[in-house]
């Protein structure tokens, strides 16, 4: 019976190592300082399925070059923060491996739209938190991005992107 109790922690500790041993000391992509091509390319999906392109703000979040504001923000964290969401970019990645057989920046932009409202919408506190973290973090890089901040700048007192 204390065997069985064990098997769910047991499982998440191997699954964060085999993410880690995975993530672990990638280097940089060309034109990045700290993300590699396959952070670049989650940050990329995520922020596609986060922010479509629409007619009240025509960039799709996928080509607004999130990942390079990400690295650039990358470049001013400590090494901790920066391993923490490099880390989070990776887990994030797999973890619609057991329900789509696919990590998210490999499925097609419908499916990364239903996982993420899944995730945000999730009733797991941790994954929650851990999705809408990562979607505010890329989101201020897409709400400054020249192209969209017009759209958003009525939003703030400041008088921001006007």
């Known amino acids: 019976m204390l ?9 998440a500790a191997l699954g964060l190592g085999v993410v880690g041993v995975r993530w672990w000391h990638q280097p ?15 940050v990329r999906s995520l922020a596609g399925a986060a922010w479509p392109a629409t007619a009240a703000c025509p960039l799709d979040g996928a080509d ?22 490099r880390m989070g970019l990776h887990t ?13 920046s490999t499925l097609d932009r419908t499916s990364q739209q239903d996982v993420l409202a899944g995730w945000l919408d999730s009733e797991s506190m941790h994954l929650r938190t851990a999705a809408l973290s990562l979607v505010l973090f890329i989101g201020m890089g897409y709400t400054i991005h020249p192209a969209t901040a017009g759209t958003f700048g009525h939003l703030y007192r400041c008088r921001y992107g006007q």
């Open 92 to 104: 994030i990645n797999d973890l619609c491996l057991p329900t789509h057989q696919s990590a998210f």
């Open 28 to 42: 940089a992509g060309p034109g990045f300082t700290w993300i590699s091509p396959s952070e670049a390319a989650i």
């Open 64 to 85: 607004a070059d999130l990942d390079h504001f990400v690295d650039g923000v990358l470049s001013t964290l400590a090494a901790s923060p920066r391993s923490a969401i």
């Open 3 to 11: 065997a069985l109790a064990a098997t769910p922690p047991a499982l």
